[in-house]
């Protein structure tokens, strides 16, 4: 399956941009639950694909209504919410290009990327938030837009903008090959470069990461827990709509262990550090368990990785092997992985390697976490590893829409539609793209005969 036919078997219609996707899920499904948040009681309260729509069309228009022209530029500083989204997807609808903030960032990070972008509004978390920008960049803009109700001074509320409009009037005036977003990257050798993606990148990204993962479903449970500042957190909101998944907003990162359990996520994302956090946490709880029990868990452990030793190598496991591997599993290893719920089929991560015996120990435990591999420059993950056709210490097959190839000393390069086509603001002749349109990654690979 193509990456055209994919997303338009998910989603007739959608028209290649990001806000005709939503449209078209929330005719397919109206009612059914899209967005699920945190009530004050700490209750999850869903929000229809119907609802998700007619609140990003009511705050498009109002957008509009607030002078936001085609191509203007507006942030977003906020913890993740379905309210962030709500407010990507209006500007986008309105023709406008929504650039994330990341509200654990560095002020002056945020401050050189709203000067950069050269802001004509921003959306805040709260009126507190303000504060990140600095009084310079705050006159300069045109209107603030505030999530959290309580508004100080002349900022306006977002709630007041869902009662602005009608969802059936023509909301989406997004082209394809409009501006979407301008990505900043880390910054950790130099300043950081901005990178434009399209809503036709967007939505070729996503249906190529959806042709990698037929288990995400409709009625999937997605965790949205990074900061939506991060492009993938964000791509991964928007293969929800592709299948019509649950997403789930959890707004500070350091309560995702928390809310895991009741979310019972089918597909979880994170970094390497997260998962070496979660292998030393369940450390120090077994450590705290009496003698008998720690030996218990010792052996279980062990059960587990020879058991998916033999599932790696493509063996079945001899006979004593599979009773106690059955019998490690009811005991502990099952109670382990109710950790991250009871839903969870495979985890990705990106980023950066985890080394091997960490990836065999989550393996032996039943939680596979499989690696990607992605650049900045290339919207489209550039490889990853699937459930079923994974090799640990790989990042896997590249994905549909990238075509890779080797430099002479190894250097890995990337061409295809997800490849951008210059830094922001400067030459595109200054980007690392040769005359054959290949991306060099900058870094070293190898390719065995498996790709």
Known sequence: ?????????????????????????????????????????????????????????????????????????????????????????????????????????????????????????????????????????RSELRFVICIEPGSEGDTIPLESLLLKADADCDWNLAQPDDPATIIFTSGTTGTPKGIEYSHRQMCLAASSILSAFPDIQAGSHLACWLPLSNLFQRMINLCAIGRGAYTYYVADPREIMRFAPGIAPHVFIGVPRFYEKVYAGIQEALAKKPPLQRRIAQWALAAGDRHAAAARAGRAPGLLDGIAFSLADRLVLGKLRGILGSNLRFMLSGSAPMPPWLLERFHGMGLPILEAYGLSENIIPVSLNRPGRFRFGTVGRPLPGCEVRLADDGELQVRGPGVFSGYFGESPADAPIDGDGYLASGDYASIDDDG
């Open 1 to 137: 399956m193509t990456i055209t036919e994919e997303i338009k078997e998910a989603i007739p219609g959608a028209g290649w941009t990001v806000p005709g996707m939503l449209r078209a899920r929330s005719q397919l499904t109206p009612d059914e639950p899209a967005l699920w948040d945190l009530s004050a009681h700490s209750e999850w309260v869903a929000t229809t694909w119907g609802d998700y729509s007619r609140a990003v069309a009511a705050i498009s228009i109002a957008l509009r209504a607030l002078g936001l022209a085609r191509g203007e530029r507006i942030g977003i500083l906020a913890g993740s919410s379905r309210q962030w989204d709500y407010a990507q997807f209006a500007i986008l609808a309105a023709g406008g290009v929504a650039v994330g903030l990341d509200p654990y960032g560095l002020n002056e990070h945020n401050q050189d990327i709203a000067r950069r972008c050269d802001f004509v509004g921003i959306v805040v978390g709260n009126s507190a938030m303000l504060k990140q920008l600095g009084d310079e960049l």
